[in-house]
């Protein structure tokens, strides 16, 4: 099974900061004869379901603000929040969809500085 | 606008069974991989399963978890996925999720299933 790492497990940012949470995975997700990395993000407030953000890493779902990036290939990945919002308090989590089984992160919880 | 309601949650008791309905609306439904994601009371998410498209081959796959215990279905003609759950654990208990395509785009609300003597 691929293993996803996060780090920080939980972080606090000021308003209007950069916030950056890191995903590793124990072996690659880059998928070679299409050069896409299987790796997607989602945000999860209290309360609700999870909400996709990214998918293959880098691409931004229909809707979601452009303060939101993804990068990385292989088994490094970031997600970047370039100016932190109050409503982006939550609970981020990565999630490999390379080979079954498919597995998440353990989740990074963002908070207000 | 895509729509996934699950229903069929509940109490059980260890060692009983539970099928989960997921009603799907917004898309072609025929057409989509499905998933089930689970998280458990104040945990993070794990993913429980997913069934291919028929045209794809129809094919589920598990996690060793729930391997053997748990089976998808799903009825196209009335775009209705199903978890059916046998030989229910205690550390079963979560809030089920049935999502959309293969990175799980779209998200129901979920139904909360208690595994409990």
């Known amino acids: 099974d691929i293993v996803m790492t996060q780090s920080p497990d939980s972080l606090a940012v000021s308003l209007g900061e950069r916030a950056t949470i890191n995903c590793k995975s124990s072996?690659?997700?880059?998928?070679?004869?299409?050069?896409?990395?299987?790796l997607a993000w989602y945000q999860q407030k209290p309360g609700q379901p999870p909400k996709l953000l990214i998918y293959?890493?880098?691409t931004r779902e229909s809707g979601v603000p452009d303060r939101f990036s993804g990068s990385g290939s292989g088994t490094d990945f970031t997600l970047t929040i370039s100016s932190l919002q109050a409503e982006d308090v939550a609970v981020y989590y990565c999630?490999?969809?390379?080979?079954?089984?498919?597995?998440f992160g353990q989740g990074t919880k963002l908070e207000i500085k | 606008e895509v729509q996934l309601v699950e229903s069929g949650g509940g109490l059980v008791k260890p060692g009983g069974s539970l099928r989960l309905s997921c009603a799907a609306s917004?898309?072609?439904?025929?057409?989509?991989?499905m998933n089930w994601v689970r998280q458990a009371p104040g945990k993070g998410l794990e993913w429980v399963g997913r069934?291919?498209?028929?045209?794809?081959?129809?094919?589920?796959d598990f996690p060793a978890p729930v391997k053997g215990r748990f089976t998808i279905s799903r009825d196209d003609s009335k775009n209705t996925l199903y978890l059916q759950m046998n030989s229910l654990k205690t550390e079963d208990t979560a809030v089920y999720y049935c999502?959309?395509?293969?990175?799980?785009?779209?998200w129901g609300q979920g139904a909360l299933v208690t595994v409990s003597s």
């Open positions: 999502t959309t395509g293969r990175w799980s785009d779209s």
């Open positions: 917004g898309f072609t439904f025929s057409n989509a991989w």
């Open positions: 069934i291919k498209s028929k045209t794809d081959g129809g094919t589920t």
């Open positions: 072996q690659s997700v880059l998928y070679s004869s299409n050069n896409n990395n299987y």
């Open positions: 293959w890493a880098s």
């Open positions: 999630h490999q969809y390379y080979s079954t089984p498919y597995t």
